[in-house]
């Protein structure tokens, strides 16, 4: 620990220059994974500040003639940015017999690049960056073990190495990660489960199962991560999703009064928050609808009564935020001839959504399936003094609070202060303030 100062400040003056080298979207951005079965892509937009999309770019990761062809690289599925913002990653629902994980770096201008592809027997509906180092995936596999992998994720190397697999139930499909980076929860829908992982350094382990009475087709963390949310999809009537209060020192996950909710939509499907977490949006499959709820101080979300219908039956697909804004994936022109990216205007009382002229805004791709959205104001980790700029009183900053074992220099959220700490400071002073 007495080493810190000095190890922190040589690779900070052996970086100094580097730093400009690495990149994130400067501006406020949407990144969307297209499903389309004869193809895969990935498309950005920049976001307006009147919430509008302006196409940046499309990735073709994998293209086939007929669903009877292999191709690894098709059905671009789910999609997640680093904490840092400088870099992507897909799964791919192909149907093949291997299936692709996907990175890509994000240049200022939002534009995108592969930078590596990880190849494996069996893919994965869901995937998330517990930090700038460390992808958690699922591999969901109906005929056989269902895992939840970590993956190294080597900046310098741009390379994917496993570090950790644990077997995680007979149907995973979502995962979520705590915003400390610290804990996973898995769902199971086959048994209306899920299982809490804590993760330490680059190992999960097994801290909770819990059972609810809903499928979970999806789980979600508030923004603060002191709830969390899963879906009910067609299960406990058709309208039901489950809700539980969430302890970040014991990892445990308790069912809220009166969990399961009611939903005024069909089918719940997916969620997403406003950014203080006041406000909850929740999507469904079988009327296609998004729900606006209020959430209290306790987690217990009420109905606003307000609502928007994308169209046909499952055709809504992923949704992300930024402050006053949703994004929803409409995938397809089935009856209403219109498909795309949402850029919805949200009502900060109501939670009515306004669609912003000119949307749903074509991908380009097809099938659009998930979203992300970044917002670069949030990417400054490295700025412990809050100034928006980086340099040694910041580098102090950190060092005092690591050597206080103060939990603001806990950058990895694993309970420890060590090497790995020290490693994201200086990963993120890199990458600088956007």
């Known amino acids: 620990m007495h080493t810190v100062s000095a190890i922190v400040r040589a690779v900070l003056a052996s970086a100094a220059c580097a730093s400009a080298a690495h990149a994130q979207s400067s ?55 680093t904490p840092s913002g ?19 770096e994000v240049a200022p201008d939002a534009s995108l690049s592969v930078v590596d592809i990880l190849t494996v027997p069996q893919g994965g509906l869901d995937l ?22 970590l993956y190294n994720w080597d900046t310098s190397a741009m390379e994917l190495t496993l570090a950790d697999s644990d077997v995680s139930g007979s149907f995973l499909t979502s995962i979520a990660v705590h915003p400390s980076g610290r804990w996973i929860i898995c769902n199971d829908s086959f048994a209306n489960t899920a299982r809490v992982y804590e993760v330490i350094a680059d190992q999960a382990s097994l801290n909770q199962t819990i059972g609810f009475g809903v499928y979970g087709v999806s789980l979600a963390f508030s923004p603060a991560g002191n709830f969390a949310y899963a879906a009910g999809g067609i299960s406990a009537g058709g309208n039901a999703f489950a809700g539980f209060s969430f302890d ?26 406003s950014p203080d977490g006041s406000m909850m949006f929740v999507s469904h499959g079988t009327d296609a609808t998004i729900q606006s709820f209020a959430v209290d101080s306790n987690g217990i979300p009420t109905s606003l009564g307000t609502s928007f219908d994308v169209g046909f039956q499952g055709t809504l697909q992923g949704m992300d935020t ?8 409409d995938d397809s022109t089935s009856f209403d001839g219109v498909a795309g990216a949402y850029s919805l205007d949200v009502d900060p009382i109501t939670g009515a959504l306004t669609p912003v002229g ?14 992300v959205a970044w917002d670069p104001a949030s ?4 700025d412990f003094t809050g100034d928006g700029e980086l340099d040694f009183f ?20 694993d309970g420890a202060f060590d090497f790995f700490d020290v490693s994201a400071f200086v990963n993120a002073y890199i990458l600088g303030c956007p």
């Not at 949307?359 to 791709?365: E, L």
């Open 27 to 81: 501006t406020p951005a949407i990144f969307v994974a297209n499903e389309g079965n004869l193809e895969g892509s990935v498309s950005s937009f920049l976001v307006e500040s009147d919430g509008s999309l302006t196409f940046v770019d499309r990735v073709i990761t994998g293209s086939r003639s007929s669903t009877s062809q292999p191709c690894a690289g098709c059905n671009t599925f789910a999609i997640d940015i």
């Open 86 to 104: 400088r870099f992507l990653a897909t799964s791919h629902a192909s149907g093949s017999a291997s299936e692709n994980f996907t990175i890509y």
């Open 128 to 149: 998330a960056w517990v930090r700038d180092d460390l992808l958690a995936v699922c591999i969901t596999d109906l005929s056989g073990s269902n895992e939840l992998r």
């Open 248 to 273: 970040d020192t014991s990892g445990t996950l308790t069912e809220l009064p009166a969990s399961p909710f009611t939903s005024p939509g069909a089918s719940p499907k997916g969620f997403a928050f």
């Open 322 to 329: 930024l402050d006053g804004r949703l994004f929803a994936m």
């Open 358 to 371: 000119g949307a749903p805004f074509p991908t380009q791709g097809i099938s659009p399936n998930d979203v």
């Open 379 to 382: 990417s400054c980790i490295a």
């Open 394 to 413: 910041d580098v102090s900053a950190f060092i005092n609070a690591f050597n206080a074992m103060d939990n603001i220099a806990d950058l990895t959220g």
